[in-house]
């Protein structure tokens, strides 16, 4: 991977560096939208879905680093989108959305380190500080004996 000491967007697929790909998955379109504007302009690939059937779509199509999604969404929502991408890529990063309060069933996932929850409307800021506190790994400690 290659910082430039911007949030960090690009990784190496062997060959020649290549921006890190984001999923959102959201029937919200405005939503879906903006945070699609707004990651782009972070220098991220993202792809959108309106649900977790396309969702999955997108996913078997692109590769994929990161998804951020909905929780509550029609056709196949967010636990099942979940659920379904955790058997093809245990390790995949996720953040989940939701502006419903279902702390039982959003807490059954908790116990994987590469997920991550937070609550509609969900801002900017705190969107971008989560992208990369989990595309971004800490830099290690070198000791000098």
């Excluded at 062997?14 to 959201?26: F, R, S, Y």
């Excluded at 692109?62 to 058997?87: K, N, Q, S």
Aim: hydrophobic content about 45%; aromatic content about 6%; glycine content about 4%.
């Amino acid at each position: 991977m290659i910082s430039i000491g911007i949030p960090l967007v690009i990784k190496s697929n062997g060959k020649h560096p290549v921006p890190i790909a984001i999923l959102v998955i959201d029937d919200e379109p405005v939503l879906r939208l903006t945070f699609k504007h707004l990651l782009e302009g972070e220098g991220y690939r993202v792809w959108v879905a309106s649900n977790g059937r396309e969702g999955l779509e997108v996913f078997h199509s692109h590769p994929i680093d990161l998804v951020i999604t909905d929780m509550v969404m029609p056709e196949l929502d967010g636990f099942a989108t979940i659920e379904a991408l955790r058997r093809e890529a245990p390790r995949l990063p996720i953040i989940a959305m939701s502006a419903v309060a279902d702390e039982q069933r959003m807490a059954r996932p908790l116990t994987d380190p590469s997920f991550c929850c937070v609550s509609k409307p969900v801002d900017q800021r705190v969107l971008f500080d989560l992208v990369r506190a989990i595309l971004v790994p800490p830099p290690r400690e070198t000791y000098v004996s």
